[in-house]
Structure formats: C-alpha cells, structure tokens
C-alpha cells in the first residue's frame, strides 16, 4: 500500500518569505508526527497530532512555526518570515494508535527546505 | 534531561567483519527502535524492542535491549557493502514522541 508521501520533496526559499510542506499520512493511521533532521541538531521532534486530542506542539522551536491536520489526514507545517536556521530536512510520520498503544511510526521522504 | 546517546558516530569496517552499536538512553522507557537511513533518503524501520531480552534479528543485523542497563545494541555480523547507511536509534519516553540518538554512519570497505 501507499506510504507516507510529502510534498514538495524540495523547497528553496527567500528569507522572510512564508512555506507550507504538506504530509498525507498512511491511509488509517491515526497519529502524525513531524520531525527536523539538520546537520548542527540531528533529527528533533517537532509537533504530533493523535485522534482528536490537542497536539503536543512541545518541540515547534519558535511561535513561527505551526501546523494543522484536517479532517484527521492531511497535515500542513507553517514556517512564517523563514530564517537560514530552518534549512533542514522536514519529515512527516504517521503510526496506528488503538487508544492503548500506539505502533511503530513509519517516515515520509522529507522535505529539503532551503532559506537563502 | 531525556538523552539517547549512540557510539560510534562514525564506523568503518571491512567486509566480513562483525561490529556492534551501542545505544544508551538516559531514563526508564517503553519502546526502543532501530532505523536505517540511505544518503538522500528517509528512514527506514528495521526493529522495534518492547520488553528487557528483546532480541530481533534480521539478516545480519541483531537487535538487543536491555533495560535494566537502558541499553540496546544494533549487532552486524560478516557486514555486506549493502549495510553501508547511517544508523539511528530512538526511545520513547513515556510518551508519543520519538528521541533519537546522534546516528552512527557505517561505511563496509571491501
């Protein structure tokens, strides 16, 4: 079956400028994570959505960042007035939770974001 | 402060060799996991150790977790050119969210 798919696979952008990176998580799984993976700080957690508790948006680095899942799929990651820190690799990840327990989470490809 | 520490971050071996990484964590958790990450690529589940003696194993990779110790250890035996990756372990600590240790590049040199 499909995996998680990300879109766009790569995005270059201006300082300043606002971006938007989209994650279709796997069909029926009801947790989506997004991650960061940079040379200087590795792989970090950023914001996690499950059924529909609040997000634990504990690792967003700064109140620029942001993010939303509708309808219980489709997850969008914010980054308002970009800086060159945010150049990093974005990855979605999406795992099956029964209430009790939640299964292993399976990656997306990532976003390359790069602020010029 | 929850840590995942990996060792080596770097690792060079022959082919033919058996290696082990270690991965150490710095407080009581629930689940550990093992991926595997290509140049250019996502990661790629490899094992998922739930309880203390977990041993998986898959191809030339063996997976171990001792939780008394907050220890696993990702073990290659006789490494192939095909292993060559970085490697990550990550923990949960009582919650959804994954902490990652830094990553041990494997490089096999025929």
Request: with cysteine.
């Given at each position: 079956?499909?995996?998680?798919?990300?879109?766009?696979?790569?995005?270059?952008?201006?300082?300043?400028?606002d971006v938007e990176l989209r994650?279709?998580?796997?069909?029926?799984?009801?947790?989506?994570?997004?991650?960061?993976?940079?040379?200087?700080?590795?792989?970090?957690?950023?914001?996690?959505?499950?059924?529909?508790?609040?997000?634990?948006?504990?690792?967003?680095?700064?109140?620029?960042?942001?993010?939303?899942?509708?309808?219980?799929?489709?997850?969008t990651l914010t980054?308002?007035?970009?800086?060159?820190?945010?150049?990093?690799?974005?990855?979605?990840?999406?795992?099956?939770?029964?209430?009790?327990?939640?299964?292993?989470?399976?990656?997306?490809?990532?976003?390359?974001?790069?602020?010029? | 402060?929850?840590?995942?520490?990996?060792?080596?971050?770097?690792?060079?071996?022959?082919?033919?060799?058996?290696?082990?990484?270690?991965?150490?964590?710095?407080?009581?958790?629930?689940?550990?996991?093992?991926?595997?990450?290509?140049?250019?690529?996502?990661?790629?589940?490899?094992?998922?150790?739930?309880?203390?003696?977990?041993?998986?194993?898959?191809?030339?990779?063996?997976?171990?977790?001792?939780?008394?110790?907050?220890?696993?250890?990702?073990?290659?035996?006789?490494?192939?050119?095909?292993?060559?990756?970085?490697?990550?372990?990550?923990?949960?600590?009582?919650?959804?969210?994954?902490?990652?240790?830094?990553?041990?590049?494997?490089?096999?040199?025929?």
């Amino acid at each position: 079956g499909a995996g998680v798919s990300q879109s766009p696979s790569n995005k270059v952008t201006e300082k300043g400028k606002d971006v938007e990176l989209r994650c279709d998580p796997i069909s029926g799984h009801t947790a989506l994570y997004w991650y960061r993976q940079s040379l200087g700080q590795g792989l970090e957690f950023l914001i996690y959505f499950q059924g529909n508790s609040a997000p634990d948006k504990s690792g967003l680095p700064s109140d620029r960042f942001s993010a939303e899942r509708t309808g219980g799929s489709v997850s969008t990651l914010t980054i308002q007035r970009t800086q060159q820190e945010d150049s990093a690799v974005y990855l979605c990840a999406s795992s099956f939770w029964t209430g009790a327990k939640t299964y292993e989470q399976y990656f997306g490809p990532g976003t390359r974001l790069t602020v010029t | 402060e929850l840590k995942v520490e990996q060792n080596p971050l770097f690792l060079s071996m022959q082919e033919g060799k058996n290696y082990t990484i270690y991965c150490n964590y710095s407080t009581t958790s629930d689940r550990l996991y093992w991926y595997r990450q290509d140049p250019g690529k996502s990661l790629e589940s490899l094992f998922v150790l739930l309880s203390n003696g977990a041993v998986k194993q898959e191809g030339r990779l063996m997976a171990s977790l001792d939780t008394k110790a907050r220890l696993s250890t990702l073990h290659i035996t006789a490494a192939v050119h095909d292993l060559s990756a970085t490697y990550f372990c990550a923990v949960n600590f009582g919650n959804e969210k994954l902490t990652f240790g830094t990553g041990t590049r494997l490089t096999i040199i025929p």
